[in-house]
């Protein structure tokens, strides 16, 4: 199947093979620095007839690298954080009768299902995330490409959504919506 966000995937493939690379030549120069490497001349000038730099340009350029290690490493773990952050709910008007929790992905899971029966979508996933005071849910639907986005999105706002503000006891329930079209528009096969 192939990714209709080519960028992204040739963002991650360039920076991958950079990084390996990057790490060839680390290991390359510690190989070499240790004397591993025998086919190179450790105790050997890097440039032939040039004297050793000043001993404050190698403690900057080391300094230089980990800053620059570090913002890679924050990158790549941005990457992975794909949704918001999800808690449990607390549910109660009066502690002395008892509270209710529930899961915040319990609470949608049903929302999901049924906009993933949705005519033309082909597979949902929502997120709830914030609190009951300052609630936000994020809705990720893969779409058929010849999906009628505008139906759907009416079928939200009429139906799913008050119904799943309902369930919860909301006054508003602020949506994101996310539609990423599948390449193609047959029916899946299980």
Known sequence: MTSLNRPARLNRGLLGFFGLLLLAAGGFALGTHSGRLTWVDHSGLLLPGIASPPAWSLYATAAGAIVAGLLALRWLVAQLARKPKTHTWHFETDPSQGRTEIAASTAVAPFAEEVSTLPGVHSARATLAGSPHSPVLALIMRTHQ??????????????????????????????????????TTGDRVH
Request: glycine residues 0%; proline residues 11%; aromatic residues 2%.
């Open 146 to 183: 010849s999906s009628d986005l505008q139906a759907i999105r009416e079928h939200l706002d009429t139906a799913a959504l008050p119904r799943l503000r309902t369930a919860l006891d909301l006054d508003t329930l602020p949506l994101t919506v996310e539609y990423r079209p599948t390449p």
